[in-house]
């Protein structure tokens, strides 16, 4: 299986931006989506963007709270999935997850990736 390591995470003021990314290395089974996700402690992880398609160049779903601000991008010379988040609020505070080894249902669903990473913390303050 391969792996995924998630960079870019850190603390950042009310209406600020950062820039997420996630290497990858190594094959998947049978899966060319990928999705960015987060977590806070006590609640379930939260599906905020994903791509698919060949390359990864299909066309990006998001999730409600992601839509006007977030945008999910894949460079594939470098096998690199990225998310950039704008005008931030303490709400968007989690650890986020790159996802893959997508099996197939919900393409925001936790339950359908069985690959991830370890996580980058975001931490908005105002």
């Known amino acids: 299986l391969g792996q995924l390591a998630e960079s870019g995470g850190g603390p950042v003021q009310v209406g600020g931006s950062l820039s997420l990314s996630c290497t990858t290395s190594g094959a998947y089974y049978s899966s060319n989506c990928r999705a960015w996700f987060r977590q806070v402690p006590g609640k379930e992880r939260e599906g905020v963007a994903a791509m698919c398609g060949s390359d990864m160049g299909g066309s990006p779903y998001y999730a409600n709270s992601a839509l006007g601000r977030f945008t999910i991008a894949h460079d594939s010379t470098k096998n690199t999935l990225y998310l950039q988040l704008r005008r931030l609020t303490p709400e968007d505070t989690a650890l986020y997850f790159c996802?893959?080894?997508?099996?197939?249902?919900?393409?925001?669903?936790?339950?359908?990736?069985?690959?991830w990473g370890q996580g980058t913390q975001v931490t908005v303050s105002s």
């Open positions: 996802a893959a080894d997508y099996r197939g249902g919900g393409l925001l669903s936790a339950a359908e990736y069985h690959t």
